[in-house]
């Protein structure tokens, strides 16, 4: 009963934070996959919000569907963008390694680039962008998958935003 009013008074006075992370164990389970299907995402929200139409003389009720569809799909490629960042900021900085760098000098810039990418991406409505975004990550991928010694492959991705993914090889 001590020891619980203890604990009690010690978290008011030193409240605690949740933290979040993959992984600084390191758990070894590391994949560019999420990657990949958020950088697809990306594509297919700069898609959806590209194809809204509106009629100028829409009644309130097709303006509020329409800004409606707006918000979400804005809000999901940002979300998506992001996705990417954190994915390949934790492939970065917890999985490759100094011989990674070595072996794949480019390694480096690509990383760099792709996070740039990803922030344009999330910023404007940019096909182009959104699309770079997907490319640099699918090498990113290759160059992971070399690491392990896994050969990959290059598959039509079979989502809308089309394109493709790149996947280790059976």
């Given at each position: 009963m001590?020891?619980q009013?203890l604990?009690?008074?010690?978290s008011k006075?030193?409240?605690?934070?949740i933290?979040?992370?993959?992984?600084?164990i390191p758990?070894?389970?590391y994949?560019p996959h999420?990657?990949q299907?958020?950088?697809h995402?990306?594509i297919?929200?700069?898609?959806?919000?590209r194809d809204?139409?509106i009629d100028?003389?829409?009644?309130?009720e097709e303006r509020?569907?329409?800004?409606?569809?707006?918000s979400?799909?804005?809000k999901v490629?940002e979300?998506?963008?992001?996705?990417?960042?954190h994915?390949?900021?934790?492939?970065?900085?917890d999985y490759?390694?100094?011989?990674?760098?070595?072996?794949?000098p480019?390694?480096h810039d690509?990383?760099?680039?792709?996070?740039k990418l990803?922030?344009k991406?999330?910023?404007?409505v940019?096909i182009?962008?959104a699309?770079?975004l997907?490319?640099?990550?699918q090498e990113?991928a290759?160059i992971?998958?070399k690491?392990?010694s896994?050969k990959?492959?290059?598959?039509?991705?079979?989502?809308?935003?089309?394109?493709t993914?790149?996947i280790?090889?059976?």
């Open positions: 001590i020891m009013r604990f009690l008074l010690v006075i030193l409240p605690t934070q933290a979040y992370g993959h992984c600084d758990c070894g389970i994949d999420n990657a299907m958020a950088a995402t990306v297919r929200m700069t898609n959806l919000i809204l139409k100028q003389n829409a009644s309130i509020k569907k329409f800004i409606h569809a707006l979400r799909y804005t490629k979300e998506h963008a992001e996705i990417v960042k994915e390949i900021r934790v492939l970065w900085g490759f390694k100094d011989e990674h760098l070595n072996k794949y480019e390694l690509l990383v760099f680039k792709t996070m990803a922030s991406a999330r910023q404007e940019n182009d962008a699309n770079n997907l490319e640099t990550v990113i290759e992971f998958w690491t392990k896994i990959s492959t290059k598959i039509n991705a079979p989502y809308p935003s089309g394109g993914i790149i280790p090889k059976q």
